[in-house]
Structure formats: C-alpha cells, structure tokens
C-alpha cells in the first residue's frame, strides 16, 4: 500500500533518511515505530557498505559491535519485521532487537544510543513533545536524531493539486485497496493537523536538540527533520 500510495517515493526517502544518519559501524541505533523493519535493515545495509566489506566478509565480521533495536507500540508490526529480518538472514542475537514500546516512555536508559529514527510515526503519537523529549534522553551526547514524516507542501500549484489528490484520491484508494476509506481518511486529516516544517523544528529545539534543520522532499509533501545533542 505504501508503494501504491507514494508512487514508489517512500523507499527513496528512507533512503535519503539514512544518507542524513550516516551510519558507521559499532553504532547502537534506535528507530521507532519502525516495526516492519524497513529502516533498521537500511541501517544494517548502509553499516556493511561503509565497512567495505559487503562482498567479501559475514554479517557477524561487517557488523560487529553494531546493534539496532527496533521499538514500536503495534506487536503485529514488529512479528512482520521480525519474519522479513529472518529471510533476509540477520540474526536478533547479533544484530537486531524487537521490542514494543511506546515513543513516549522508551524503556532505554538515559544516553544509551548513537542514532534514533522515526520514520511516518511521530504524527501519530498523541504528545509529541514527550517523544522528542524521550529522544533527547536516550541520545549520547553527539547523538543524531532523525524524522521522516508527511508534512506540508509550499509550492502554491503543486499545494492546489496535492490537496485534491489527498482529500479526493487517498481515501478513495484506501477503500479500493484496503477496504478502508475511514483510516484513509484520517490519514489525510492527520497530516493537516500536524505541525509545519518551522514549528516542528521549534519543537525540537524546545526538547533540547541543537543544530536543528529539516530538509523538504518533493515539495514539502514529505521533510526530514533533523537535530544533535550537543
């Protein structure tokens, strides 16, 4: 549903999310409400392709000290991560760990993570403030923090036709496909109540971070926000 929906868009934008997280190897990495796995497999990719040894070496040798946990509050969400990490052959013991949680109470202590993504999650989150506050205290200090999330698109024209695809279109859509129309619906209504691009970054900045920027992709129909602990 996700390809349908973004036309395909959404792998190149977990794509440029890792590019701006930079993996190296030996991090530990949270990414929440990430139960499918999609941006802790990147993660893992990108760790293996920086160590030069991707061809050459196992996961355990291109790997080594890294760990990624992988937290989200829906059971269901992270059984699918967990059986795709398995036919991809990554080992939990090793690399990878699934637990549930909720964004606003991480049970991960205080400066315990290098990295933490959240990916198409913190729109749902009820209090926002509290999941970037969990994000601040589980970040070592020089910790990245990472957000994908649909956002709000500034090009006037394209705003015009993005309005009407989302209101007309998404849920129609959802309804064919999924049998949805309602979560579709709310889906469309959710991206309209969360906060702009400027205001989000003045959330983060408010929780701590430093250095905070966003980066729009496709006009502000998606943006990655960005931050560090300093």
């Avoid at 893992?44 to 355990?60: D, N, Y």
């Avoid at 992988?70 to 991560?81: F, T, Y």
Wanted: charged share 25%; proline share 2%.
């Amino acid at each position: 549903m996700n390809d349908l929906m973004s036309v395909g868009l959404h792998r190149l934008w977990k794509d440029r999310l890792i590019s701006k997280l930079n993996p190296f190897s030996g991090m530990k990495h949270l990414d929440v409400a990430g139960g499918t796995g999609d941006v802790a497999f990147r993660v893992l990719e990108r760790v293996k392709s920086v160590g030069h040894r991707a061809m050459q070496g196992t996961l355990t040798e291109t790997e080594e000290g890294t760990h990624i946990y992988v937290c989200d509050i829906n059971p269901n969400m992270l059984n699918v991560g967990k059986k795709r990490a398995a036919e991809r052959g990554y080992s939990e013991e090793h690399c990878l760990s699934w637990i549930q949680g909720d964004a606003e109470a991480l049970s991960f202590e205080d400066g315990s993570m290098d990295g933490y993504t959240i990916a198409f999650g913190i729109r749902n989150v009820t209090h926002i403030e509290k999941a970037l506050s969990e994000a601040y205290r589980v970040l070592k200090q020089g910790g990245r923090f990472l957000c994908l999330e649909l956002s709000h698109v500034d090009v006037p024209i394209f705003k015009e036709i993005y309005d009407v695809y989302s209101f007309s279109m998404v849920p129609a859509i959802g309804e064919l496909v999924a049998g949805d129309r309602q979560s579709y619906q709310y889906l469309v209504e959710s991206i309209r109540r969360f906060p702009n691009q400027e205001k989000f970054a003045q959330m983060i900045q408010e929780a701590g971070f430093q250095r905070v920027e966003y980066e729009n992709l496709v006009g502000g129909v998606v943006a990655i926000h960005s931050g560090l602990k300093l």
